[in-house]
């Protein structure tokens, strides 16, 4: 779920709260870094979980079910389709030969509004001549299990948007974690430490040296990239 660049950035924030529990001794009295310290362990513990990829995974997974239930509903449809024009033509009946004249290479292909409303009709119809259907081997079986595949694609029809929705707003999360992140550090963090640079200077050297962003190469886990936050001078 995490980019590179953050993965990046949390390691050396890892690195600045590893540094600072090594010796506290410094900070003993300085109530501002003590609270720098807690708050960047509980931002880290909020951030950890994120180098996994979840958020990705169930995206393809929804996109795979869609799709299979697409082409369940379309072979379901199709079938009733074929039952219900050979009826129509028996009965001469020109407007419900042209309601049924659908297979399943072309209900596959419909955009999933334009599938469910074709769908749907054909479901009325069978429905409505449902007793002469019978002969034609439409059973009340066939027709339910129709209604089962369309309740089921009309269930995950916007399964892609809200997917895309809800990995929109997981990165907007992850990247007001990282801004506050960014302003501990940056900001807060850089203020406290300046005073321990005579004071302390073995102190202020290792916090330093772990602010350090290390840019290591490596594949996007997912998310956009974010711009990379100055480093401490």
Not at 19 to 33: E, F, H, M, S
Not at 198 to 210: G, L, P, Q, T, V
Request: net charge positive; charged share 25%.
């Amino acid at each position: 779920m995490l980019t590179t660049k953050q993965d990046n950035r949390l390691t050396a924030a890892e690195n600045v709260a590893a540094a600072l529990t090594q010796d506290a001794t410094p900070y003993a009295q300085d109530k501002a870094l003590q609270q720098i310290s807690q708050e960047l362990a509980a931002l880290l513990q909020a951030l950890r979980p994120l180098r996994q990829k979840g958020l990705r995974a169930t995206s393809k997974g929804a996109s795979k079910t869609k799709g299979q239930r697409r082409e369940q509903l379309a072979t379901s449809a199709a079938e009733v389709a074929g039952d219900l024009y050979s009826y129509a033509t028996d009965q001469q009946n020109r407007g419900l030969q042209t309601s049924a004249d659908y297979n399943y290479s072309t209900l596959v292909k419909m955009r999933a509004t334009a599938l469910t409303d074709l769908v749907q009709h054909l479901y009325d119809e069978a429905a409505a001549h449902q007793p002469a259907l019978l002969d034609y081997g439409l059973t009340p079986a066939r027709l339910q299990e129709l209604k089962d595949a369309l309740a089921a694609f009309t269930g995950t029809k916007n399964d892609p948007r809200q997917h895309i929705t809800e990995g929109k707003a997981a990165r907007l999360a992850i990247k007001a974690q990282f801004s506050n992140l960014a302003t501990l550090l940056e900001d807060r963090l850089d203020r406290s430490l300046r005073k321990y640079a005579r004071s302390h200077s073995e102190f202020y050297h290792r916090i330093s040296a772990a602010r350090q962003v290390i840019d290591r190469p490596g594949k996007q886990q997912g998310g956009e990239e974010e711009e990379t936050p100055a480093k401490p001078q």
